[in-house]
């Protein structure tokens, strides 16, 4: 065999040995690049390294949710909220017609054990089909350790179409009940 064959035969050996234990890289724009994507992490259940549990290391906010804002009796507002691992929300509105609008969407942070929510709706007249005003909702709630409810207050403030004019729109108490793929 000449010595050029063999030479880049033992490179690519080379190569797809270290290849085989090179530890995982990402590649992402941005600060928030490496926020977004998490290794598997695992730790154990024994002194000696036995067996492996995984470790959750998203936040457990991330999901489905069905939503009441305010008393249930009587709610400011019901839904389904959407709350994304990339710090984006959006919440179907079922206490609005389409007509006027009812879908909202918002940015979430983590800030200790809570969640900070702040989200726009727009909010249209059905006859004119004209902006009438935005409503911005923030939401702070708190996941229970079973990881299915949430709760928390929120606050409404409704501004004219050109986003002034703000006015107190309704607060209170919010509750969240995970919504599951069973």
Known sequence: MPISTRRILMATA???????????????????????KRHASFTSDSQDGGTL??????????????????????PFDTGYQAWH???????NSVG???????FCMGVWVQTGHSFRLNHFALA???????????INVKEEVVVDASGNNF??????IIY???GMN?????????????????
């Open 85 to 91: 691992d990339d710090g984006t929300e959006i919440m």
């Open 14 to 36: 080379l190569l797809v040995a270290t290849s085989a234990f090179a530890p995982a890289a990402w590649a992402g724009c941005g600060d928030n690049a490496m926020k977004l």
């Open 160 to 162: 004219d179409a050109n």
């Open 53 to 74: 549990i995984p470790v959750n290391l998203g936040p457990p906010i991330v999901g489905m949710w069905n939503v009441i804002l305010g008393n249930p009796a009587s």
């Open 96 to 102: 609005h017609s389409p007509a006027s609008g009812n």
């Open 151 to 156: 709760s928390g207050t929120f606050t409404a």
């Open 124 to 134: 249209y007249d059905p006859a004119s089909g004209m902006l009438a005003a935005r």
């Open 166 to 182: 703000g006015k107190p729109l309704g607060a209170g108490p919010i509750v969240g009940r995970r919504i599951t793929a069973n």
